[in-house]
């Protein structure tokens, strides 16, 4: 399924992860993690646009950033290209650095400011040999404790979340941050709606009416997996325990794809959660995930959103995945 454009607007928020080609390394030493962060400060104050955190790990970038009237697309065209050219010169090697095309999640400020940020710096302590991510350099973390780094780093919007005094702010700031610590890989923070969102169906409505795009699918309705379960089976003919079982007749299989798609998607459920309610490895749900995005059934979703539609016009609120 080709990967939809980008949307782009005055004040996009967007959460950046980008790859080292085949995944290798992207940074020999030091110096080359400064030349990175000097390019990275060049482009913000040429194009005017807010980094509120990034870290820089052995083989791969995060930066979380908020774009004016210059697109995300020709910042980091600049950044990643004036770099490449760089480190090629200086290590004497030639071809690509970074993976083809970067992943840019345009996420709701508001509802994951803080959770991005804490995740993006505590990216060192994941690491397979952990680093403290209290004294790794190559993160904004010094930024929100007040220390001057090679970037500058929009730090109120968090802070002032925690506190009106900046020392106080930053005490219940670093509180936040040691709270995460050993909560691992946040696989939730990937799970986009339209591949493209991070946020809520009032955030995707909003972005909506904010850019000219038309390829912004609209989300389906919030429901829990019961519900989502039961829709799927009256759309297919086909009973619960069939489906949730480990046949592979076809139209099972189909059956199963647009219910993981659909949970994920308007159930608002990671992988993992969906492999332990089907008794299978996270891994065979993003590859039914994947199957079912490369073919989708439009006929069909819209047939389970008017089935939830009418559940939900006669039925109280029910909580999600309960």
């Known amino acids: 399924m080709a990967r ?14 980008v790859r080292g080609n085949q995944r290798q390394k992207v940074f020999g030493d030091d110096r080359d993690r400064l030349a990175y962060l000097e390019r990275l400060e060049q482009y913000r104050e040429r194009f005017n646009f807010s980094v509120y955190a990034y870290v820089l790990m052995p083989n791969h970038i995060h930066l979380l950033v908020e774009t004016k009237r210059v697109p995300l697309s ?32 345009l996420c709701d400020r508001n509802e994951y400011l803080l959770e991005l940020v804490r995740y993006i710096h505590l ?35 968090m802070l002032r979340q925690f506190g009106k005094s ?15 610590v050993g909560a691992g890989h946040e696989e939730k ?10 946020g809520d169906e009032a955030f995707v409505e909003t972005v909506a ?29 086909v009973t619960k325990e069939r489906l949730m079982g480990t046949g592979r007749q076809r139209d099972w299989i189909g059956a199963r794809k647009l219910l993981v798609y659909v949970a994920r998607e308007w159930g608002m459920m990671t992988n993992q959660e969906l492999g332990k309610r089907l008794g299978r ?38 909580p999600l995945n309960a």
């Not at 994941?126 to 929009?154: A, F, L, Q």
């Open 4 to 17: 939809k454009p980008r949307v782009e607007f005055d004040g996009a928020f967007y959460h950046v992860i």
């Open 74 to 105: 020709k910042i980091m065209q600049g950044i990643q290209f004036t770099y490449t050219q760089t480190y090629n010169r200086r290590h004497r090697t030639v071809g690509h650095l970074f993976q083809g095309r970067y992943k840019a999640i």
């Open 123 to 157: 990216n060192p302590a994941r690491m397979r040999n952990p680093i403290d991510p209290w004294k790794y350099r190559w993160s904004s973390h010094r930024g929100y404790m007040g220390e001057k780094g090679e970037v500058r780093i929009k730090t109120e919007a």
């Open 166 to 180: 900046r020392g106080h702010a930053r005490r219940d700031y670093l509180r936040f941050m040691e709270e995460g």
């Open 189 to 198: 923070y990937y799970q986009t709606t339209d591949q493209r969102f991070l």
């Open 209 to 237: 009416a904010r850019t000219t795009e038309k390829d912004i699918e609209p989300t389906g309705p919030r429901a829990s997996f019961e519900r989502l379960l039961e829709a799927v089976t009256n759309e297919y003919g």
């Open 281 to 318: 490895d996270p891994s065979m749900i993003s590859r039914l995930i994947r199957d079912y995005e490369g073919k989708q059934d439009r006929r069909r979703e819209a047939n389970l959103a008017r089935a939830l539609a009418k559940v939900q016009t006669h039925a109280r609120p029910y």
